[in-house]
C-alpha cells in the first residue's frame, strides 16, 4: 500500500519550501493510511457504480494522500491560480526537486495513434504511464510516479529507443488513459462487433425500417463505458450540456462549456444509435420509439456530488439527436457572495430577499443566469420556519427543502391555477419561473399583496423596463408601487482563466465603443487569457454575472405610481449610484476578472432586442 518513507520524502519537502509545517506532516503520517483507505473505497464505489463493474481496482498515490486533505499554504502564496497545496503543486514540487520536467496532459492535444499504438491500455493503466511524443530517436512518455524505473526500462528494451519521462498529473493520465484506450477502444469493438450486419443508419427513412433487424445492444459493456467516458469528460470540464448529433457520415460528441460548444468526440455512425439507446435506457425513455421527441432524467453522482441530467431526444434528417443538460448543484446552487455581486450590489439584494412580502424581479434573455440566481436565494432565504413553494416549467433542480410543483400547459396547469393553488397551502415564499403573460402577473402582485414574498423572473433587458413590462402586462401602476420591493438586471460573462492571465491593453477606440471616457489616446491596461490547458486554450475558465440591482425608493415609487417611461426611472436609479450593467462589466473589466470582447459581447444592448 502506502509507501511511507515516500510519503515521509514527499512531507519534508514541502515542509522545506514551507507550505506546510510540522505539525501537519505528522498529521497526514498518522492519518495517511486512514485517508488513503477512504479515497480508494471513494474511487471503486464510484467505478463500480458507473462501469456496472464488480471487480474495479485503484493504487492510491502519496501524492493523492497529501492533496486530500486540502491544506492551505503555510506561509506565501502559491501563484498560478491554485489556492490549496494540490495534485498540481506537489507533483510540480517534485519535478523539480528531481530535476524533471512537468508537462500538463491534454487529451485534446495528444496524438491519438501515439497514444493508443506506443502500449496497450493494462499497461499503461498499469504504470500510469502515457506516450506524449515521438521522433526516430526517442520517445517522450508522461508518467505518474517518477520512481517507477521498471515501466521505463521496459518500455525502452520494447521500443529499441531513448525514452524520455517527464513527470504528469495522475489524474490527468488516467483521465487521458480513458480517453483513448478506454473511449476509442470502446468505440471500436462496438464498431467492429455491430459494424458487419447494419446497414448505414444514414436517415429516418432508413431507421424505421431498421426495427426489425438485430440493433447494438445498449447494454453491451463497451457502449456502457464509453458513456461513462463521455459523462465524466463532461463533469469533469464542467460542462453544462452534451449533445451528441449524428450527422452524414459520422457523428459528433458537443460539449457547451461556459456558454461555448467544444467538439470533443466524432464517432462511428454505427455507434451512434447504441450510444443513444443507453442513454434514453439510463433516462428511462421508450427505446423503441424514434420518431417523437422524448424527456427524461437520471441522477448520477461525480466526486461525491450527486449530479441530475436531463436527456432530451428529437428525430433529424439524420438520426436521433440527444441533448444532455447536466444540473449540477455546484453551479446551481451557489452562494450568493459567489455569483459576481460587488459588495454594494451584493447589500442591496440581500435586503430585497430578507423582505417578508413583496415582489422582487429578476430579469435578463435567456441564459443570463436568472435561474441560478433565483435558486441561490431561495437556498440562502430557506429554514426550517419557511414554506417555500416554486412554481416551475421546467423544475430545473430537486431541493428537498423547497415545495416544487411543475407547470403542465398540456393539461391546463398554467401559472395562473398553479398560483391560486399554491396560495392554499400557505406559503411564506413563492417563486415563479417566469411572468409572461397578464395573468399571471396579476396574480404574483396579488400574491405579493397578500403577505407573501414573491420571487419571478421576466424577459427585459434591464431593470426599469420590467416595471413598464408589468404595467404592459395590466397591472395597476399603484399596486406595482406598492409590492415592488426591488428588481435585479443581469448578463453572464466568461471569467478569465487564473492559470493564464496576462496584462494586455485596449486601444481609445476601444475604450469608446465600451463607453469608457477620458482615455486621451492613452491605452488601458486589462487583463486576457492566452489560452492553457486548464482552459482548453480558450482562455476563460467559469462564469460571473453583471448586475445592475435597482432598490425601490421613495421617488422611484412615485414615478411607477405616476406612470413615469422606464428611461426617467432608469435616470433616477443612475442618480441614486445604480451601476448599468456596461458600467458593472467596465468594473470588471478594469479588476481583470472578465475581457473586453465578453462585456461588449454581454451589454450590446441592439443585439439584445
Ligand atoms: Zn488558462
Known amino acids: 500500500m502506502i509507501n511511507h518513507s515516500r510519503l515521509a520524502w514527499i512531507l519534508d519537502l514541502l515542509v522545506e519550501h514551507k507550505l506546510l509545517h510540522a505539525g501537519q506532516k505528522t498529521d497526514v503520517l498518522n492519518r495517511g493510511p486512514e485517508q488513503a483507505r477512504h479515497i480508494m473505497l471513494d474511487k471503486r464505489a464510484e467505478m463500480r457504480r458507473l462501469l456496472g463493474k464488480q471487480r474495479v481496482s485503484y493504487t492510491v498515490s502519496e501524492?493523492?494522500?497529501i492533496a486530500s486533505f486540502r491544506f492551505r499554504p503555510f506561509e506565501g502564496e502559491l501563484g498560478d491560480g491554485e489556492s490549496l497545496i494540490s495534485e498540481r503543486v506537489i507533483t510540480k514540487l517534485i519535478a523539480e526537486e528531481l530535476g524533471m520536467t512537468f508537462r500538463e496532459i491534454d487529451p485534446i492535444q495528444l496524438d491519438y495513434k501515439l497514444v493508443t499504438e506506443a502500449f496497450g491500455g493494462p499497461f499503461a493503466e498499469r504504470h500510469m504511464i502515457i506516450a506524449v511524443d515521438e521522433t526516430p530517436e526517442e520517445l517522450t512518455v508522461g508518467i505518474a510516479d517518477p520512481w517507477n524505473t521498471d515501466a521505463l526500462a521496459q518500455?525502452?528494451?520494447?521500443k529499441r529507443k531513448r525514452v524520455t519521462p517527464v513527470l504528469a498529473l495522475k489524474s490527468a493520465i488516467l483521465q487521458?488513459?480513458?480517453?483513448?484506450?478506454?473511449?476509442?477502444?470502446s468505440m471500436k469493438a462496438a464498431a467492429k462487433e455491430f459494424s458487419s450486419d447494419l446497414p448505414d443508419l444514414g436517415n429516418l427513412e432508413q431507421l424505421y425500417k431498421l426495427q426489425s433487424l438485430s440493433e447494438i445492444d445498449a447494454t453491451d459493456q463497451p457502449v456502457v463505458q464509453a458513456v461513462w467516458y463521455i459523462l465524466n469528460y463532461a463533469f469533469d470540464h464542467r460542462a453544462s450540456d452534451i449533445h451528441v448529433e449524428p450527422k452524414r457520415e459520422e457523428s459528433f460528441v458537443r460539449l457547451r462549456i461556459d456558454g461555448v460548444l467544444h467538439t470533443i468526440h466524432r464517432l462511428p455512425k454505427v455507434v451512434h444509435n447504441a450510444m443513444i439507446s443507453r442513454l434514453k435506457m439510463l433516462a428511462r425513455m421508450d427505446i423503441a420509439e424514434r420518431r417523437r421527441p422524448q424527456d427524461g432524467r437520471f441522477k448520477t453522482s461525480h466526486n461525491k456530488q450527486e449530479i441530475e441530467l436531463?436527456?432530451?431526444t428529437v428525430p433529424t434528417a439524420f438520426g436521433e439527436k440527444v441533448v444532455v443538460r447536466v444540473f449540477d448543484p455546484g453551479v446551481l446552487l451557489q452562494d450568493l457572495e459567489n455569483l459576481g455581486f460587488f459588495r454594494k450590489e451584493l447589500l442591496a439584494f440581500q435586503s430585497f430577499i430578507h423582505a417578508s412580502t413583496g415582489l422582487i424581479l429578476v430579469t435578463g434573455p435567456t441564459g443570463s443566469g436568472k435561474t441560478t440566481t433565483l435558486y441561490s436565494t431561495l437556498h440562502t432565504i430557506s429554514n426550517p420556519r419557511l414554506n417555500i413553494c416554486t412554481l416551475e416549467d421546467p423544475i430545473e433542480m430537486v431541493h428537498e427543502s423547497f415545495?416544487?410543483?411543475a407547470i403542465q400547459r398540456q393539461i391546463g396547469f398554467d401559472y395562473g391555477q398553479a398560483i391560486r393553488h399554491v396560495l392554499r397551502q400557505d406559503p411564506d415564499v413563492i417563486m415563479i419561473g417566469e411572468i409572461r403573460d397578464a395573468e399571471t402577473a396579476q396574480y404574483a402582485v396579488q400574491a405579493a399583496l397578500t403577505g407573501h414574498l414573491v420571487i419571478s423572473t421576466l424577459?427585459?433587458?434591464?431593470?426599469?423596463?420590467?416595471?413598464t413590462r408589468l404595467t404592459d402586462l395590466g397591472v395597476e401602476r399603484y399596486l406595482l408601487a406598492s409590492v415592488l420591493v426591488g428588481?435585479?438586471?443581469?448578463?453572464?460573462?466568461?471569467?478569465?482563466?487564473?492559470?493564464?492571465a496576462e496584462n494586455d491593453w485596449i486601444s481609445e477606440e476601444q475604450a469608446l465603443a465600451?463607453?469608457?471616457?477620458?482615455?486621451?489616446?492613452?491605452?488601458l491596461m486589462v487583463k486576457t487569457g492566452k489560452g492553457c490547458v486548464r482552459c482548453r486554450g480558450t482562455g476563460y475558465r467559469g462564469r460571473t454575472g453583471l448586475y445592475e440591482v435597482m432598490p425601490m425608493t421613495p421617488r422611484i415609487t412615485r414615478l411607477i405610481q405616476d406612470g413615469s417611461p422606464a428611461q426617467d426611472i432608469k435616470r433616477e436609479s443612475l442618480n441614486d449610484g445604480m451601476l448599468t450593467l456596461r458600467d458593472y462589466g467596465i468594473k470588471k473589466l478594469g479588476r481583470g476578472e472578465t475581457t473586453y470582447e465578453e462585456v461588449l459581447a454581454a451589454t450590446d444592448e441592439v443585439k439584445l432586442y
Open 176 to 185: 487521458a488513459i480513458a480517453e483513448f484506450h478506454g473511449f476509442r477502444r
Open 155 to 158: 518500455v525502452e528494451r520494447f
Open 63 to 65: 501524492v493523492e494522500i
Open 514 to 523: 465600451l463607453g469608457i471616457p477620458g482615455a486621451d489616446g492613452r491605452k
Open 403 to 405: 415545495n416544487q410543483m
Open 487 to 500: 428588481v435585479v438586471a443581469q448578463r453572464l460573462v466568461r471569467k478569465i482563466c487564473p492559470h493564464c
Open 459 to 467: 424577459h427585459t433587458n434591464d431593470s426599469s423596463s420590467a416595471i
Open 310 to 312: 436531463r436527456v432530451s
